[in-house]
């Protein structure tokens, strides 16, 4: 198949109209849709018409879910706990039922762990608990409060 001029011309007609590569190929005949989408590219064609809404496609939209927002009750930490000895919970001190949060420099003497009473199946407390795993939106929503 040769582009003739009146081939040509349909061709930039269709596609002034707003016709898919696809559509003028079969329109044209003889003649693919990349044959129309390479000859269109060496015509330098652009800005084509749109096709008219009864001629589209429906889009079919998805209604958005609302999202609510997370109610959740304020972190409480308490302090570290003080063992029988007067000192804090340590590497060396630290059991498996108490809490691991780690608070200060692990470089200095002073650092130590929580040692309150972890919660079951958790290596931390009630409020290192909560403070380590936060729902995403929970965190989202008191960076955005902190940035105002």
């Not at 061709?11 to 696809?22: F, H, Y």
């Not at 003889?30 to 496609?57: C, E, F, Q």
């Not at 040692?115 to 380590?132: D, F, I, K, L, V």
Request: glycine share 8%; aromatic share 6%; charged share 30%.
């Amino acid at each position: 198949m040769s582009w003739t001029d009146d081939r040509v011309d349909e061709l930039k007609k269709l596609w002034a109209e707003g016709l898919s590569a696809s559509q003028i190929a079969r329109q044209l005949g003889g003649v693919t849709r990349n044959a129309v989408i390479g000859k269109v590219h060496r015509l330098g064609l652009s800005g084509r018409g749109s096709p008219s809404r009864s001629d589209r496609p429906k889009r079919i939209t998805m209604p958005k879910p609302q999202v609510k927002p997370v109610m959740t009750k304020p972190i409480v930490v308490e302090e570290p706990v003080i063992l029988e000895n007067g000192d804090y919970a340590t590497v060396m001190t630290v059991t498996d039922s108490m809490c691991k949060w780690p608070i200060g420099d692990p470089t200095q003497p002073d650092f130590r762990f929580c040692g309150r009473p972890s919660n079951t199946g958790s290596p931390y407390c009630e409020g290192h608990e909560r403070m380590a795993f936060q729902p995403a939106q929970a965190r989202r929503e008191r960076k955005r409060t902190r940035i105002l």
